[in-house]
């Protein structure tokens, strides 16, 4: 059955007010969350999802390790009060399990796991709210989390999510529009314009699917600007603070003197 809003009206605008081919706001936190090595907020519209990374350290099971790489752990929880079904979704949901699997996959030939032999870097995603494209937040969150844990990477992964309403390509879908539209999630390398990742759970006309795989491609541009600005800012604040420190190790100015200068 179709909604009964209209995804795209005669104007050329979607149900939220935004253009075929125009994103939903974009919200990076990089602030420290707890003992994590590396952690992320993203914020796609209404799309919310925390990523914290650990390691990489010891893996708890030697018959999970590998002599000559990184293992990737993938764990998702998706909050209860994000969908407004207010379903809880144990971690051996389905769902969940094929979203675990498809951002595992999608990460293990970007991190430099060669690194870190006989080692494990633990990936926890918590899903605070939905409202479509929760796929393309998961890796994208994913992405920034690793970078602040200092976990080596050979590129930014950015993913964004796109659809086709009759003949019309839409970027960035909303769960009203997943749920009518035939849609897909691309993850991309900005840098070297790789894809690591393809993933389609709905029929899609192949006449179609080349148009909306290349929309796809050249939003994750975009998002790799707002993406590369947050982590840039973030290393300045911490750059900072470091100085600061540094000058004023014990936080009066009076006492940071050589031993000449007594």
Known sequence: MSSRVEILND??????????YELRDITIDLSQQGTADGSAIITHGLTQVMVTVFGPREAKMRSQTLHDRAVLNVEMSVAPFSTGERRKRSRADRRILELSAAIESTFEPVVQTSLYPRSQIDIYIHVLQQDGGLLQAC???TTLALITAGVPLLDFVCAVSGGVHSTEPLLD???LEENDLPNLTVAVMPRTRKVTLVTMETRLHVERFRDIFELACEAGQTIHKEMKRAVKDRTVALVGAMDAGAKHPSGDP???LTMEDR
């Not at 104007?11 to 075929?20: E, V």
Request: proline share 0%.
């Open 11 to 20: 104007g050329g605008f979607r149900s939220d007010g935004r253009k075929q």
């Open 139 to 141: 890796i994208n969150a």
């Open 173 to 175: 879908l909303t769960t």
């Open 254 to 256: 009076d006492r940071d």
